[in-house]
């Protein structure tokens, strides 16, 4: 049972360097989004998407792109990596409940891929 | 709100006794409360939530209590064990039919053997 897939799961990279974090999960969800998460701060959300070719922005989405092309990936991708960019990346993905039933909140999140830039 | 710090708040439960662990939320438009647990090194992974017209829910040793006239949440953990030890999420889901989820800071478990 894969569920949400993350890679890499750690990352060097130089600031100005781009480079793109993968997201897959394989249950069918709709939703999908990209958290990160910085000591003392908890997850704060970057980019999210509720289906195939439908994205929008979080809270914090300066300096990020996403995607998606298909209901199974949701790739994020940093165009020139600053210092700031330096945090633990997660992917979360949810099912729609149907009838206009309100969404619960449940999330089932990826392992995390650590990312530092210097 | 919580505030934001660079240390997370950590509360020390003795192995066997009960834990509770509490969370200020800002949203009165809120659906859903949710409680996440995240082991070290991995994602959090979602515990029990509760809607917004309801002030109690219990699961298996768990029990969350909402109320909104202070707009407080609390997460009772029963005869906690090594297992619990952990960094504990409050979020706030306002649903409008999409998972548009909002954390809180966290809240550090540390369970004494």
């Known amino acids: 049972n894969a569920g949400v897939t993350q890679t890499p799961k750690f990352q060097v990279l130089k600031t100005g360097q781009s480079m793109t974090l993968q997201c897959a999960q394989d249950?069918?969800?709709?939703?999908m989004s990209w958290y990160r998460q910085d000591p003392g701060m908890g997850l704060r959300l970057i980019h999210y998407?509720?289906?195939?070719?439908?994205?929008d922005q979080g809270e914090v989405p300066n300096g990020y792109n996403v995607s998606r092309s298909t209901t199974e990936d949701f790739p994020l991708r940093l165009l020139s990596a600053a210092p700031s960019q330096t945090s633990v990346y997660f992917c979360?993905?949810?099912?729609?409940?149907?009838?206009?039933?309100?969404?619960?909140?449940?999330?089932?999140f990826g392992e995390g891929s650590r990312l530092t830039v210097l | 709100g919580e505030s934001v710090g660079l240390h997370l708040p950590t509360l020390s439960v003795q192995e066997g006794d009960n834990s509770i662990i509490n969370c200020a939320y800002s949203?009165?438009?809120?659906?859903?409360f949710i409680w996440y647990k995240q082991e070290s090194g991995k994602g959090p992974q979602f515990i029990i939530d509760?809607?917004?017209?309801?002030d109690k829910r219990q699961g298996q040793r768990v029990t969350v209590l909402l109320n909104k006239t202070v707009k407080h949440l609390s997460l009772q953990i029963a005869a906690t064990q090594p297992g619990d030890s952990a960094v504990y999420f409050c979020?706030?889901?306002?649903?409008?039919?999409?998972?548009?989820?909002?954390f809180g800071i966290g809240t550090k478990l540390q369970v004494i053997p």
């Open positions: 979360a993905s949810s099912y729609r409940l149907a009838g206009g039933t309100p969404n619960t909140g449940e999330l089932f």
């Open positions: 249950m069918n969800h709709e939703y």
């Open positions: 998407s509720v289906g195939a070719g439908i994205t």
């Open positions: 949203n009165s438009a809120s659906d859903y």
């Open positions: 509760i809607r917004s017209n309801m």
């Open positions: 979020a706030e889901n306002i649903s409008g039919g999409y998972q548009k989820v909002t």
